[in-house]
């Protein structure tokens, strides 16, 4: 019965001649607004169907057609990341979206397919995605990579100003200083986006106007450390995103924060790293929520494997992965690991060398992500090996945690 619904669809590629049914389908599943439109400083809804052409321009778009009208689509964004300190190519997926009289008949599914298959053929070897439901994108191999902490405090709280040699400017969002500083704390913090000019336009899409400002620190050589994203209204500061290469910015741009202290009642804001702010506060009775903000998904196994930037220490045991994955079928395989003496791997499809380890694609995504370590993942058996092959997984993983403040 399937097939034959299928029969009456065809499967393609979205060109810029669909750009307006890839926004109104986009706009119809997520409910966007006149409104939102008209805040983001969008002056009508066709300027907002031009700024999306390079999106097409840019992405790989895909959807299922019945005649000429799009009724499903699948984005996926070419993208940059930092992995434990090694850049690689991502595809991120977006613009996700069935017409609820098509849903239920697995249109979604294969384009999710496809999707994987047109990642491996361009060597993008991992993909992230913002989930609308994580249970749905579970199913699907992704996996929760990174958290969001918001968190509100009230004016009294503020840390008290420290004497730095520093400064803090005002400057525009789009000032130079402000895209070097996040190239350089992107590189230096695992999980985080490489951003280039369609990435910041992406950023900012649909913030107002008023709510684009940027603080940056400078240090006594006056080069820039440090960068605050921020807006006042109805007496609260709000953060948007705080970037820093050092604790100097930190504490330069807390020092600008806590200067408002006459001008607003409470600081609200969000922390896109598992870092409570409590901590690093002397007033820490504050409120701070905690949630799963992005998902990722190894898309090909060997090949990240291959390419993984894992510790080495001399005596590794070889070990092999037992990979499960609910779409991908080339990650359905055994992949083992060995070193050599000089700390060179091998990784080999279908040998069983050494101590299994049995997991989905879920688990190793979430593993070699580093949301969670090993131990913890064995312990609520989302992971089976012996205690020696947990040792050594615990030992060649990165201990250091996913940040991600983006959005598409």
């Keep these: 019965m399937e097939a034959d619904y299928k029969s009456q669809l065809v499967i393609k590629q979205v060109t810029e001649k669909d750009v307006n049914q890839f926004n109104e389908l986009l706009r119809y599943v997520f409910q966007i607004t006149d409104d939102e439109i008209e805040e983001s400083g969008f002056e009508t809804k066709r300027e907002l169907l031009k700024s999306k052409q390079p999106i097409l321009k840019l992405s790989d778009v895909f959807g299922w057609f019945q005649g000429n009208q799009l009724v499903s689509q699948i984005a996926i964004y070419p993208c940059e990341v930092n992995i434990h300190g090694k850049i690689f190519a991502m595809g991120g997926i977006t613009g996700v979206g069935t017409y609820p009289e098509f849903a239920g008949h697995g249109l979604m599914k294969d384009l999710i397919h496809l999707a994987l298959t047109k990642m491996r053929a361009k060597k993008q070897w991992i993909s992230y995605l913002y989930p609308y439901s994580i249970p749905y994108y579970r199913n699907k191999g992704w996996e929760i990579m990174s958290d969001k902490i918001t968190f509100k405090l009230r004016d009294t709280q503020l840390p008290k100003p420290i004497t730095l040699p520093g400064i803090v400017e005002r ?31 992406e950023y900012w899409r649909y913030e107002k106007e008023e709510e684009r400002t940027a603080a940056i620190y400078y240090d006594e050589n006056h080069q820039p450390q440090g960068v605050l994203f921020y807006w006042i209204r109805d007496d609260i500061f709000h953060v948007r995103e705080m970037f820093y290469l050092n604790q100097e910015a930190r504490n330069g741009l807390w020092n600008f924060i806590s200067a408002h202290f006459s001008m607003v ?44 930037p894992f510790n080495y220490a001399p005596g590794l045991q070889a070990f092999h992965l037992a990979v ?7 990650n359905q395989d055994i992949f083992g690991l060995e070193w050599d003496d000089t700390g060179k791997l091998t990784v080999t499809r279908g040998k069983a060398c ?21 131990t913890y993942l064995a312990k609520i058996e989302r992971l089976h090996t012996d205690a020696g092959t947990l040792k050594t997984l615990e030992l060649i993983i990165p201990d250091t ?5 983006d959005y598409f």
């Design 265 to 308: 009642y409470w600081v609200e804001g969000d922390i896109y790293k598992n870092e409570p702010l409590a901590f690093l506060i002397e007033d820490s009775q504050f409120k701070e929520t905690i949630e799963p903000y992005y998902m990722a998904r190894i898309v090909d196994v060997e090949e990240f494997l291959a390419h993984f």
């Design 324 to 330: 499960t994955d609910p779409l991908a079928e080339w």
């Design 401 to 405: 945690e996913a940040y991600f403040s």
């Design 354 to 374: 050494g101590e299994k380890v049995a997991l989905n694609i879920q688990t190793l995504s979430c593993l070699l992500m580093n949301y969670r370590r090993a």
């Design 171 to 201: 400057k525009n969002v789009d000032d130079p200083d402000v895209d070097d500083v996040y190239q350089r704390f992107a590189k230096e913090n695992h999980g985080a986006l490489i951003r280039n000019q369609f990435h910041w336009e």
